[in-house]
């Protein structure tokens, strides 16, 4: 096997890799975890808040 051939394989594996990894993070089934991924630095934001007594209403 010839080296050349050998780089072409690699790129080859390399972009489907790449595509497969796009396609999963694009994928509808995924919105949700990664809409919840995004939002855990803000998730202690409002227990911080209570500790240091502030209050907000909402109505």
Known sequence: MDLNTLRGITTAL???AFVGVWIWAWSSK???AFD???????????IDQLSKGVHHDRH
């Open 36 to 46: 919840d991924a995004a939002n855990l630095p803000f998730a202690d934001e409002e």
């Open 30 to 32: 995924r919105k949700s």
């Open 14 to 16: 390399a972009l489907i």
